[in-house]
């Protein structure tokens, strides 16, 4: 195991379509790795979520973990390993939110997304699942999700004049439960 180096913005894999995981690959020792890897770099860095791209692998594989907020009566998302996932919106409304990114380090920015979405694809073990996420933990699913397809949150965003370096964001317009990047 090993905590890895994240790409920055500006570095092409970033930008690449991620390849599919062979299936039958994904018990093997280099799949296996590649999600410990991901989910030591996460922690290692406060991160609720990281792809496959931003440790230089152009997979399509991503790890998620939102911690619980009991205050908020909010459960939170176990650590989540998703590979070859697929991604289908079930709440088209939408919000729009800060996001973060560990690739394109000490910026925030708001974006509007649907506020539910549905995950499929398979687990570390090989086995398919779904699952359902909603509100902030739809957030960081779309997040990585678009990793996969070489895209960032600021190309996500509508209207730029919300993009805030960190130490201006903590300064003018941090809230507890919205300092999340992934
Ligand atoms: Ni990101």
Same mark, same amino acid.
């Not at 440790?55 to 590979?83: H, N, Q, S």
């Not at 070859?84 to 380090?105: A, D, H, K, V, Y």
């Not at 996969?148 to 960190?166: C, E, H, I, N, P």
């Given at each position: 195991?090993?905590?890895?180096?994240?790409?920055? $913005?500006?570095?092409?894999?970033?930008?690449?379509?991620?390849?599919?995981?062979?299936?039958?690959?994904?018990?093997?020792?280099?799949?296996?790795?590649?999600?410990?890897?991901?989910?030591?770099?996460? *922690?290692?860095? +406060?991160?609720?979520?990281?792809?496959?791209?931003?440790?230089?692998?152009? $997979?399509?594989?991503?790890?998620?973990?939102?911690?619980? +907020?009991?205050?908020?009566?909010?459960?939170?998302?176990? $650590?989540?390993?998703?590979?070859?996932?697929?991604? @289908?919106?079930?709440?088209?409304?939408?919000?729009?939110?800060?996001?973060?990114?560990?690739?394109?380090?000490?910026?925030? /920015?708001?974006?509007?997304?649907?506020?539910? *979405? =549905?995950?499929? /694809?398979? /687990?570390?073990? /090989?086995?398919?699942?779904? *699952?359902?996420?909603?509100? &902030?933990?739809?957030?960081?699913?779309?997040?990585? &999700?678009?990793?996969?397809?070489? *895209?960032? &949150?600021?190309?996500?965003?509508? +209207?730029?004049? @919300?993009?805030?370096?960190?130490?201006?964001? =903590?300064?003018?317009?941090? @809230?507890? +439960?919205?300092?999340?990047?992934?």
């Amino acid at each position: 195991m090993a905590i890895r180096k994240v790409a920055r $913005l500006g570095h092409p894999v970033l930008r690449q379509v991620a390849q599919p995981i062979p299936v039958n690959e994904i018990t093997m020792d280099p799949v296996q790795r590649l999600i410990r890897d991901l989910t030591e770099t996460m *922690v290692e860095y +406060d991160g609720v979520g990281l792809a496959a791209p931003q440790i230089f692998e152009p $997979l399509r594989a991503f790890v998620m973990y939102v911690p619980p +907020d009991p205050d908020a009566g909010f459960p939170g998302v176990p $650590l989540t390993a998703w590979i070859n996932p697929r991604l @289908t919106i079930r709440e088209g409304n939408t919000s729009l939110g800060w996001e973060g990114c560990l690739s394109i380090p000490d910026l925030r /920015g708001k974006v509007e997304r649907p506020l539910a *979405v =549905e995950i499929s /694809g398979l /687990g570390p073990d /090989g086995a398919e699942r779904t *699952v359902r996420y909603e509100g &902030f933990p739809a957030v960081v699913a779309q997040h990585e &999700f678009d990793h996969l397809d070489g *895209v960032v &949150f600021l190309d996500r965003m509508k +209207d730029m004049s @919300t993009l805030t370096y960190l130490r201006e964001y =903590e300064r003018y317009w941090h @809230t507890i +439960d919205e300092d999340e990047e992934g």
